[in-house]
Nanobody
Framework: QVQVVESGGGLVQAGGSLRLSCAAS????????MGWYRQAPGKQCELVAT???????NYADSEKGRFTISRDNAKNTVYLQMSSLRPEDTAVYYC?????????WGQGTQVTVSS
């Protein structure tokens, strides 16, 4: 049994910052890839950022320079530091953790950016 739990979402004004956290726990001790996707109302789910166990990162173009993904392998936790937030960043942010090609998803956390 694996649980993936996000936290840190909320309401913020445009230009502000938020830090999302996501902890994976359960029967798997070492996850490989971890990361974040998001889904805005009426839109498809899209990649935000990913991070390998090695620390190698990948970002969607629109997030480069504004978002920073990091992880703590000892805690199986991934973070997403978001700055210079825009109204178009409003979405439900979903965290995932991957092990042996199986992906585990969290329930999502709402981020709302007001203009």
């Amino acid at each position: 049994q694996v649980q993936v739990v996000e936290s840190g979402g909320g309401l913020v004004q445009a230009g502000g910052s938020l830090r999302l956290s996501c902890a994976a726990s359960g029967s798997i001790l070492r996850f490989n890839g971890m990361g974040w996707y998001r889904q805005a109302p009426g839109k498809q789910c899209e990649l935000v950022a990913t991070i390998a166990r090695s620390g190698s990162t990948n970002y969607a173009d629109s997030e480069k320079g504004r978002f920073t993904i990091s992880r703590d392998n000892a805690k199986n936790t991934v973070y997403l530091q978001m700055s210079s937030l825009r109204p178009e960043d409003t979405a439900v942010y979903y965290c995932y953790a991957e092990f042996s090609l199986r992906v585990y998803w969290g329930q999502g956390t709402q981020v709302t950016v007001s203009s």
